[in-house]
Structures are given as C-alpha cells and as structure tokens.
C-alpha cells in the first residue's frame, strides 16, 4: 500500500487491552477490548508491505500487551515510535529489542517512546527509574502527563522528580469534558457539539485498528463504524468523504497538533 506522502501520521493499533482503566481515557468506549486482532506474523507482513515516509507508531490501549509484539517490533523493518505507559518487563524489553529500531530525529524534543503518565494509576518513582532504565539502555524516551485539571499538582510534582532524574517530562492537552468545561484546544471546536450535520472530510492520519481495518477518524477507529480500507488493500485514497457525524467527533480528531516536523500546529482533518 502506498500510504499519501501528505498523512503526517501513521498509528497501528496492536490491541485496545490496557488495564490501567483510568476514569478519563478517551479510548473508553464500549467493547473495546473484545475486537479481533492480527497475529504478529500478520502484522509484519502487511506493514512491511507498506510504502511509507513516516515512522509508524505502535499504540493501543498497551500495545505490548499484545501477544506477539516483541515478534511484531524484531520483524517490522520500517523506523518505529512506541506509546505505552510502560507496564511492562522492562529487562525483558531491553533484552528484546534493539534501541535503532525506533525512528530518529534531529529535533530535540522528539522522543519515539512516548510514555503516558497516569496519576491516578501509576506511581511516580517507578515510573522515572523504568524511564531512566530505558533511557540508560539507549533508548529515546520522554514522559508525557496529561493536563487533566485533578491531576494538575501531581504533574508539577513529577515534572520536579523527572528533572532531578535526567528524564525529560512534558505535559500533553487533556481533552474532553470535566464538570461541564471543554478542555483543549481546536480547530473545529463545533465538531464537540453534539448536533450532527453533514460535512465533507479528509484526513491526513493512517489509523489501523487491530483487526487491520483502516478508519478516516479516531470516532470511526473506536466505535468500529465505516471503515474505509484495510491494511492488506493496495492504496488508500487521499480525499474528502462525506461524513454525517460532525458534532459527534472524538477530541482527538480535532485538535490543534504539530506536524510530524514539530514545525507547525495543524489538524488531523480538514472539514468543508
């Protein structure tokens, strides 16, 4: 498949398993984890198979807590990123898999592991040392806390420990609701509202569910609705498709971001 040299970002979804079960997850909708998932043998064939000028990155849920994944990450030949919360072996991890595996950059706050803090489910000190035995291993790894407005001291609080620890920590927009105020920034804010209307929509992200199936939108990618291609197809089509969803968006489609350069802030879609 040739992805369009336009996509800016490319997430396989090796699985939806998680076990963390946070209260503000915004990948919490109904079945999640029951969906049906390839094999690491599938996975390598189908995303070698792949023509791609982008790392693509391995997201879940944990996406280690698929079966295969050390098999998916040994066999991939195309640079990698990983999103995790690192509740894993980590000498296991380290033992497994090669740190040139992961995609470089020469932007310094680029990070191909990015690991999700969550404060209200992991501790903070074992989070940094599992970060920092990473990192001394030869890994790239930066810490990410969401800015949920509960959690704001507990971030200042690791950000503090990060720091003493040589483990670079960032905070990441929280988006969604909380006591009836909309967090985050967008580019479409109208597409939270709640009152679907017909637009006309393209995308610039390939998003891959664990089954294979490709969606336009993380909405779609969640509640397996309208898939519109799968990752053993020979093209994806880079155009507008007509949606009737717009006002029942999911955050993550609408937000501000910077592009896969960390140069600028775009949108994962664009709306007529």
């Known amino acids: 498949m040739k992805v369009p040299d336009r996509f800016n970002y490319a997430e396989v979804y090796l699985t ?14 109904g079945g999640l984890e029951k969906r049906t998932e390839l094999t690491g043998k599938e996975w390598i064939k189908h995303l070698n198979n792949l023509d791609i000028n982008i790392p693509i990155t391995l997201g879940g849920g944990e996406p280690t807590k698929h079966p295969d994944f050390f098999e998916i990450v040994q066999g991939v030949k195309h640079p990698i990123d990983l999103l995790t919360n690192l509740q894993f072996d980590i ?8 740190p040139n595996k992961f ?8 990070h191909p592991i990015r690991i999700s803090y969550h404060a209200q489910r992991m501790d903070k000190e074992r989070t ?8 001394n291993a030869g890994f790239n790894v930066g810490l990410f806390g969401i800015r949920h407005p509960h959690v704001i001291n507990d971030n200042m609080e690791m950000a503090f420990l990060s ?28 597409g939270l509202s709640g009152e679907k209307k017909p637009v006309l929509c ?12 490709i969606f336009r939108c993380h909405r779609d990618l969640y509640l397996n609705e309208r898939p519109v291609g799968d ?38 879609v664009e709306i007529k």
Do not use: H, M
């Not at 503000?24 to 909708?29: E, R």
């Not at 995609?103 to 680029?110: H, R």
């Not at 992200?205 to 294979?212: C, F, Q, S, T, Y």
């Open 16 to 29: 939806f398993k998680c076990g963390l079960g946070c209260d503000y997850c915004i990948n919490k909708f």
């Open 91 to 98: 000498e296991k991890f380290i033992k497994k898999v090669n």
């Open 103 to 110: 995609s470089k950059s020469d932007k310094q706050f680029y």
């Open 128 to 135: 940094i040392a599992d970060a920092k035995r990473l990192q």
């Open 163 to 190: 720091a003493k620890a040589g483990v670079p920590f960032y905070e990441k927009d929280f988006l969604g609701k909380v006591d009836g105020r909309t967090y985050g920034f967008y580019k479409y804010p109208e």
């Open 202 to 213: 393209r995308t610039r992200e390939l998003l891959v569910a664990p089954d294979g199936n």
């Open 231 to 268: 990752i053993k197809d020979k093209e994806i089509k880079d155009i507008f498709r007509p949606c009737g969803n717009f006002g029942d968006c999911n955050p993550c489609d609408l937000k501000l971001k910077t592009n896969k350069y960390l140069e600028s802030v775009e949108c994962q």
